[in-house]
Antibody, heavy 115, light 109 residues
Framework: EVQLVESGGDLVQPGGSLRLSCAASGFTFSNYWMHWVRQAPGEGLVWVSRINGDGSSTNYADSVKGRFTISRDNAKNTLYLQMNSLRVEDTAVYYC????????WGQGTLVTVSS | QSALTQPPSASGSPGQSVTISCTGTSSDVGGHNYVSWYQQHPGKAPKLMIYEVSKRPSGVPDRFSGSKSGNTASLTVSGLQAEDEADYYCFSYGNNKNVFGTGTKVTVL
């Protein structure tokens, strides 16, 4: 079964850092682009970042460029999102998803940025 | 990176059809066929319903269909059922731009 499981969400103060993880199973992880998508409370889905199969190509939404870094460890079948200089407006559930069709999705992990 | 435009809400009675639009530009929706649709129930992760404009993943009922004309993609739910009540989002995947729609809440009356 193809499965994605996010972890690492927490309560962090503005200006702080956090690293999210997404553990993949049931497919050849290194063959796929992977994405991070977020959803603020009561709001819609927002695409955050993507990375290609070998990690050599990345893209970011303007709202996180320069603060967030996407990476992957294909030996561990794990996707990461390093989030620095966190802002209150980064508060959201963060999902990882596979490939251009965003299938499947993980269950999400909650990041709360608050003092 | 402006969001694609969807109507905030749509509704229909059981058995009726509802169509949701997703309007972008020639740089996203109109520029390729990588438009997908997701269903999200409260407190749950989104679920892929349509990919590449009109293709249905295994397990998705054929009541769900997708199409595209110019810069606007559409999702139609035929034969509405109570479990179809949810939020729906379109997504455009491109080499230089990845963007979701604003979302549409579908209510089954």
């Amino acid at each position: 079964e193809v499965q994605l499981v996010e972890s690492g969400g927490d309560l962090v103060q503005p200006g702080g850092s956090l690293r999210l993880s997404c553990a993949a199973s049931g497919f050849t992880f290194s063959n796929y682009w992977m994405h991070w998508v977020r959803q603020a409370p009561g709001e819609g889905l927002v695409w955050v970042s993507r990375i290609n199969g070998d990690g050599s190509s990345t893209n970011y939404a303007d709202s996180v460029k320069g603060r967030f870094t996407i990476s992957r460890d294909n030996a561990k079948n794990t996707l990461y999102l390093q989030m620095n200089s966190l802002r209150v407006e980064d508060t959201a559930v963060y999902y990882c998803a596979r490939d251009r069709d965003l299938y499947p999705w993980g269950q999400g992990t909650l990041v709360t940025v608050s003092s | 990176q402006s969001a694609l435009t969807q109507p905030p809400s749509a509704s229909g009675s059981p058995g009726q059809s509802v169509t949701i639009s997703c309007t972008g530009t020639s740089s996203d929706v109109g520029g390729h066929n990588y438009v997908s649709w997701y269903q999200q129930h409260p407190g749950k992760a989104p679920k892929l319903m349509i990919y590449e404009v009109s293709k249905r993943p295994s397990g998705v009922p054929d009541r769900f269909s997708g199409s595209k004309s110019g810069n606007t993609a559409s999702l139609t739910v035929s034969g509405l059922q109570a479990e179809d009540e949810a939020d729906y989002y379109c997504f455009s995947y491109g080499n230089n731009k990845n963007v979701f729609g604003t979302g549409t809440k579908v209510t089954v009356l």
